[in-house]
């Protein structure tokens, strides 16, 4: 069973593969071509954390190509403490044909890895987003017309967002500058893992935000205070202050240099309004993407990866196939 939980996980052809499709697809739905590739099909999203992009891009996505959404709010399926990780896999693959789960803990999610019967989707985890990274690949392509070569410097914490980030601008030939106060950058943990997985240099560690973004083609930043480190803000809020994205560092970069969130963003804290507003951002094109290519990433996975799953109704020649 192949699922997406980290991108360490893919490889560069899958990832490339990924990244193509989106554009297909993004196209298509963008000159209103209909597409019912999850037809039959019902995936389960579960979410113990909030969310706006991930969940109504999911359930968008999966209505527009034909698949019915389930949404299960952690508190009431209780992953854990309810029943067993083993008992709640064991049973809901009886019901769906694939999970997208939003969890506290990464743990939650290799645990329902071992007993799972259909892919699992990491709609965020503390270690990891994914989900986040495809879309912000694709911005990537989209504002420089090729992702390869190009700079991103992330200004701000060594979190979730940013080692899926790391990770696939690794393997795609991206070079990744993390820019963090001290005990804030990437963990030995990660980078073990980016050493075993990804055949590129380790990310660059520059701790000088000015320096970080000088030959920034992107300058990314998310929260300082990432769901579930709520009593850390008060610190964090005085760590993380020099490495605010405002005017000031970005006229340190190339005057060509763009500016990416994964939002929500916290306006006044990492970024400014006049940097997310202004003319160099560009994170509602990338918001917007996250439907894009989550779509290509359910079809790959449902259909391709794990294509014993599918149900008689998918192959039948009423089905566009996903590079149509
Ligand atoms: N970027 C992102 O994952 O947003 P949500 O938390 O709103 O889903
Ligand atoms: N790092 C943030 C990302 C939210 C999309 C968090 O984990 O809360």
New binding site residues.
Partial sequence: MRHFLNLVDVSREELLHLLDESQRIKAAHQRGIPRRTLQGRIIGLVFE?P?L??RVSFESGIAQLGGISLYLPGNEVGLGWRESLADFARTIGHYVDALVLRVYHHQTLTALAAHASVPLINA?S?KA?PC?ALADLLTIRELFGNEQGRTVAFVG?G???ARSLAVGCGKLGIRFILSSPPGYGFDEHFKNLYRAKVSAELPEEVPDPYQAVRTADVIYT??WT????EAERDIRLQRFAPYQVNNALLAAAPAHCRFLH???AHRGEEVTDDVIDGPASAVFQQAANRLHTQKALLEWLLIHQNSATTPPSISSASAVTPSS
């Fill in positions: 954390k969310s992009r991930t965020l503390d987003h986040q914490d979190n979730n967002v998310d929260v990432s769901m579930g480190q994964c939002l929500p």
